[in-house]
Nanobody, 125 residues
Framework: QVQLAESGGGLAQAGGSLRLSCVAS????????MGWFRQAPEKEREFVTT????????YYADSVKGRFTISRDNAKNTLYLQMNNLKPEDTAVYYC??????????????????WGPGTQVTVSS
């Protein structure tokens, strides 16, 4: 069993920054990727970014490329999301997720086995 817990959400102004964290506990040995997804009101949950837990390979959605940076601290079992130059359209609940299965299409939420409860990010204009 794996538990994920996000923190760091809150209110920011457009152009500002926030840093999210996600701590993983429990059975974290078989991790391939950890990622961030988000869900805005009345919209479907969408891929934001993901990182290979051992390789460090990263993938980003076009909408956040150049503004968001994903990183991880393997020793602390912690995932981070540095969000800069925030825009009102970044307003959403942000979820961290863990992938423990080999396969392609790592941008699909269906490839992720464990999810945190989410943290709200609100960007005002």
């Amino acid at each position: 069993q794996v538990q994920l817990a996000e923190s760091g959400g809150g209110l920011a102004q457009a152009g500002g920054s926030l840093r999210l964290s996600c701590v993983a506990s429990g059975r974290t040995l078989s991790v391939y990727y950890m990622g961030w997804f988000r869900q805005a009101p009345e919209k479907e949950r969408e891929f934001v970014t993901t990182i290979g837990w051992k390789s460090g390979t990263t993938y980003y959605a076009d909408s956040v490329k150049g503004r968001f940076t994903i990183s991880r601290d393997n020793a602390k079992n912690t995932l981070y999301l540095q969000m800069n130059n925030l825009k009102p359209e970044d307003t959403a609940v942000y979820y961290c997720a863990m992938n423990r299965q080999v396969g392609s299409n790592i941008r699909s939420q269906n490839k992720y086995d464990d999810w945190g409860p989410g943290t709200q990010v609100t960007v005002s204009s």
